[in-house]
């Protein structure tokens, strides 16, 4: 009765861990292949949000 309902978590099991995977997963290669756009986004909202906070510690 519940074998339907365990072979479809194990699928989509599959899937997650597939896509996360640390070696060929897709999160991994899309980060590994755009890491200088990640990194500048993230200087960028930082800078943003400290500019927020005190206006004298900003990079620019």
Do not use: C
Request: charged letters at 10%.
């Amino acid at each position: 009765m519940f074998l339907p309902y365990f072979i479809s978590w194990v699928v989509v099991g599959a899937f997650v861990y597939n896509m996360f995977n640390y070696e060929f997963g897709a999160v991994n290669t899309l980060l590994r292949q755009h890491q200088s756009v990640f990194s500048f986004i993230l200087i960028m909202l930082a800078n943003y949000a400290v500019k927020k906070v005190e206006p004298d510690y900003t990079l620019f």
